[in-house]
């Protein structure tokens, strides 16, 4: 086993093509330093949740030691500074995505809230008993049980557009799903359990053609690949800063002005107002309509500055370093005895699942992470995946652009590592 | 690593990988389900109670090797105990899974139970190995509904 400079050094070598330094990289994130049970931490569980660069924690200790104030209320300065940083990072999110307004960017605590808040709003206002919502059979839960409340309380029909054994959707059966009686279509961009890339572009083009709007699941997309919005041509995108080198609690939900607009409020209280009276409350103008009370401001100055980063290091240069060594990975995995992948997708981002045959996922998550290798094992909430392939469970090692060849190396020895306990 | 060594005993794979009374009990007279939402681990349990006095169990389910190991032990351990020698049992169990018996006064009892006193050390672990006990007593309590360790 390498010591952690061995590591770094080893790291260092992975050349800088393009001006992507992993090791540089690697040094910006302060937990990635740290030794596990005596051995170097090797991170790949990055779909669960990232860790944050120094940036992202400077941006939030700056909030609180600074400039800690209530946003939209105060006429001091500090709410002046508070307010000023929170619209800040709300535009660099509308630039990231480049959306066409800001105003079409709501924060949100995660993507699980700003799917729920579709649901809940744009869902309940529209859908009618017989109506039916499709869906995909590679969604997280969180972009299937909320449907499922509104369409059991509205009458609706929650349909279920099949894959592949690749793990990858059926096009024609997708389309062939899409009725005069579907009223929304809601869909994962990046598969959390399979790393599919979703050729989404194409399925909302299919989608509009029948007046259908699309929201598009992007938590496991945004942190590998550039969106944009506009290009497209998705109604809603949602997305967790957590799962971007941001911290918990904070997420965007982007929506069409034209559809935000017409939707009614989503929860009630200060901010979302402009003027209440015990008769009547006149609801305030986009976004605020859709962020009521006090919003997590330190978490949204720490996604700003979380994106600042990720658009600093170039998601391009990332990518391609991510798919090095998701291919690398892919590759020695699958030659290990009895180690078979689920998701093989032609299109993939950052995640390799797989079984062990005979060897239950907890049991090698257990015997991997006191080798000090970090992954997801279960499953990653998405139970129909896991019936889908007949699987109670996979192993996931998920990556992140300063995951190095050399983790991956680790984690085929910790691989072996947990053969070698249930030879 | 020692005391992956120490979780993963040889007993332990052996049950993992050979399951004993891992069938459908015909004539039990009590049954209930596990569920471990965690990692999925799933348990039906079925007991035959005869005169308070355990006379057949067997289950079948999907697991970790520490779910499967922990169930298959249990079946053979129940057999001809009355219901209040199982429940003492997985008192004794439990406090063995959660670190709170003292291995130099008590223990003794255990007999092959004893094989998971690594469990442990590995905290997320323990609810693999207390389903098949939680839903024992589910079963004896004849509790309908799902068993869950969460």
Not at chain 1, 117 to 129: S, W
Request: glycine share 8%; net charge negative.
């Amino acid at each position: 086993m390498r010591t952690a400079g061995e590591m770094l050094a080893s790291a260092a070598a992975e050349s800088p093509a393009g001006g992507f330094d992993v090791r540089k990289i690697r040094d910006d994130f302060p937990a990635l330093r740290q030794q596990l049970y005596g051995r170097p931490l090797v991170y790949l569980d990055n779909a669960a949740t990232t860790q944050k660069p120094r940036v992202v924690l400077e941006a939030m200790r700056g909030f609180y030691e600074r400039d800690c104030a209530n946003i939209h209320r105060g006429v001091h300065l500090l709410s002046e500074r508070a307010t000023q940083a929170y619209e800040d990072a709300r535009i660099k999110i509308q630039h990231f995505l480049n959306a066409a307004l800001a105003r079409e960017i709501i924060f949100v605590r995660g993507a699980t809230e700003g799917i729920n808040l579709v649901a809940q709003t744009y869902g309940r206002a529209n859908l009618r008993a017989g109506d039916e919502v499709l869906i995909t059979a590679m969604e997280h839960h969180s972009n299937i049980v909320p449907w499922q409340i509104v369409c059991e309380e509205k009458g609706a029909v929650l349909r279920v557009a099949p894959m592949n054994d690749q793990g990858e959707l059926l096009l024609e059966e997708f389309e062939s799903m899409l009725t005069p009686r579907t009223k929304f279509v809601s869909l994962v961009h990046v598969s959390n359990a399979l790393g599919t890339v979703n050729p989404v572009r194409e399925l909302i083009a299919l989608a509009h053609r029948r007046n259908v709007p699309v929201l598009i699941d992007g938590a496991q997309a945004v942190p590998h690949l550039k969106v944009d919005v506009q290009e497209l041509g998705c109604d809603f995108y949602v997305f967790s800063g957590h799962k971007l080198f941001g911290p918990t609690g904070i997420g965007v939900l982007y929506g069409k002005e034209s559809l935000l607009e017409a939707m009614p409020p989503y929860q009630g209280g200060g901010d979302m107002i402009s003027s209440v009276t015990f008769e009547k409350t006149t609801y305030n103008s986009l976004p605020y309509k859709f962020e009521a009370g006090t919003p997590n401001i330190a978490g949204t100055i720490g996604l700003g500055a979380a994106i600042d980063y990720v658009n600093q290091v170039g998601l391009e240069a990332a990518a391609a370093h991510e798919r090095e060594v998701l291919e690398y990975a892919t590759a020695a995995v699958s030659r290990l005895p009895g180690v078979r992948l689920i998701g093989t997708a032609r299109e993939k981002a950052a995640v390799l699942s797989f079984v062990m045959e005979g060897i239950h996922a907890h049991d090698a998550g257990t015997i991997l992470d006191r080798q000090g290798i970090a992954v997801r094992t279960g499953h990653h909430c998405a139970m129909p995946v896991m019936e889908r392939f007949g699987v109670p469970a996979t192993t996931r090692a998920s990556f992140a652009f300063y995951n190095t060849k050399e983790e991956v190396e680790a984690l085929v020895a910790g691989i072996h590592k947990v053969l070698e306990v249930f030879r | 690593m020692a005391d992956l060594k120490e979780l993963y005993q040889q007993v332990i794979l052996d049950h993992n990988k050979h399951p004993r009374n891992f069938h459908k009990l015909e004539d039990a007279n009590r049954k209930a389900e596990g569920f471990n939402a965690l990692c999925g681990d799933r348990i039906t349990l079925y007991v035959r109670l005869e005169n308070d006095v355990i006379t057949d169990v067997g289950f079948e389910g999907t697991g970790c090797a520490i779910f499967k190991a922990s169930a298959s032990l249990m079946t053979q351990a129940l057999k001809g105990k009355t219901k209040a020698e199982a429940a003492a049992l997985f008192d004794k169990v439990h406090k063995m899974l959660t670190g709170e018996m003292n291995p130099n006064t008590e223990g003794n009892e255990l007999g092959k139970l004893a094989v998971f006193s690594g469990v442990c050390e590995f905290p997320v672990r323990v609810k693999c190995a207390t389903l098949a006990w939680h839903t024992l007593r589910a079963a004896l309590e004849a509790k309908p509904e799902v068993v869950s360790t969460e």
